[in-house]
């Protein structure tokens, strides 16, 4: 299978689709499909040059992205198209490519289509689904959600399309469990980000509860980030109540 991916950027300082969308591709490749991403150039690429022969790895200036592209689906036979992240102009000439060529297509909105996310520039998102976002999104064989509620938020905007929830896949290999011998200090798991109700930080906290304590013993939880006080101060109620004081930290 050949499958050409598409992302407007993977720059280290654009967020966490530069991460997973790199990790995805490298694995499609490693399981020996065919993976071509293009991306536009940025000072500090996730990747920056492929490791593999069956993993091509372009980066495109954006006056010219659209020209590439099309010039890649005319000399190449791709089974798939598959975009990432919505608004930006490449998974939009993706949509189109591939409209005209009759070639099936996927789309991630990672997050972008979230009720948080459709506020933040509000008219311009909404001149954007008017002008092509929604009908790039509507023709798509597939929309990709990574968790239920981003799912859910998708069927609300009225998209009545297939929609796989498929969650971003963890590199479990530095930590192998069970442990040939008990590390020296324990690991920690860091969540940095904004402290709102809908980073779902108490599902971090109940989850951590259920895992067996053999298996918690060398872990220790780190959050932070800044947000409300009362929202904070509930948190770590939770955590008191839970008895993980000690294994879960708000720093």
């Not at 690429?45 to 495109?60: D, G, I, M, R």
């Not at 089974?79 to 992240?85: P, S, V």
């Not at 498929?166 to 324990?186: A, H, M, T, V, W």
Request: contains cysteine; proline residues 6%; glycine residues 4%.
């Amino acid at each position: 299978m050949n499958i050409l991916h598409v992302i407007s950027g993977l720059d280290i300082n654009s967020g966490g689709p530069s991460k997973s969308v790199s990790e995805l591709t490298l694995s499609l490749a490693q399981t020996g499909l065919e993976v071509t991403l293009i991306t536009q150039a940025t000072p500090n690429p996730y990747v920056k040059e492929s490791p593999y022969k069956n993993f091509k790895l372009s980066f495109v200036n954006d006056t010219s992205f659209k020209q590439v592209l099309n010039d890649k689906l005319l000399n190449n036979k791709f089974d798939l198209l598959h975009g990432h992240c919505i608004w930006q102009m490449p998974v939009h000439y993706m949509a189109q490519l591939a409209r005209k060529k009759n070639i099936p297509y996927i789309i991630s909105p990672r997050g972008m289509l979230e009720p948080w996310a459709l506020n933040y520039k509000k008219w311009k998102k909404k001149i954007a689904l008017a002008l092509y976002q929604r009908f790039d999104l509507a023709n798509a064989s597939c929309i990709h959600a990574t968790a239920k509620m981003e799912a859910d938020n998708i069927r609300k905007l009225g998209f009545k399309n297939p929609i796989a929830v498929i969650p971003n896949g963890i590199d479990l290999s530095e930590f192998p469990y069970p442990y040939s011998k008990p590390p020296q200090k324990k690991y920690t798991l860091l969540f940095l980000s904004r402290i709102h109700p809908k980073k779902g930080i108490e599902l971090l906290i109940d989850a951590w509860k259920k895992i067996d304590i053999e298996k918690r013993k060398f872990w220790q939880i780190n959050i932070a980030g800044n947000g409300e006080d009362d929202y904070i101060k509930s948190l770590e109620q939770r955590i008191k109540n839970k008895g993980l004081e000690n294994e879960i930290k708000y720093i």
